[in-house]
């Protein structure tokens, strides 16, 4: 019954910006993240970003830090990733998760149980 639902991603040039959002619906357990990984073909799924229930702190890779932000509006039930100066190499299926406990490596996409369908992102002039 857990549903996340990704929207935004197109087609940019790079240097340009996005912002996905991710809809949770169905969670009838208390979730302690949400996160926003993305997968390239021929690439493991990896993690950009993450954001902790508890305090609203957030973590970012090391290849993604200062521009992108993840933000969350719990009455919308939404998780946002602002993506800014983007570039070829942020283009993949982006994908929000959660996971069914504290994750101890929250960018370990094993540790992420429920997932959305994903959204293309492609970076390319």
């Known amino acids: 019954q857990v549903q996340l639902v990704e929207s935004g991603g197109d087609l940019v040039q790079p240097g340009g910006s996005l912002r996905l959002s991710c809809v949770v619906s169905?969670?009838?357990?208390?979730?302690?993240?949400i996160a926003w990984f993305r997968q390239a073909p021929g690439k493991e799924r990896e993690g950009v970003s993450s954001i902790f229930t508890s305090d609203g702190s957030k973590r970012y890779a090391d290849s993604v830090q200062a521009r992108f932000t993840i933000s969350r509006d719990i009455a919308k039930n939404t998780v946002y990733l602002q993506m800014n100066d983007l570039k070829p190499e942020d283009t993949g299926v982006y994908y929000c998760g959660i996971p069914s406990r504290l994750a101890s490596d929250w960018e370990d996409a094993a540790e992420y149980d429920h997932w959305g369908q994903g959204t293309q992102v492609s970076v390319s002039s």
């Open positions: 169905g969670v009838t357990f208390d979730y302690y993240s």
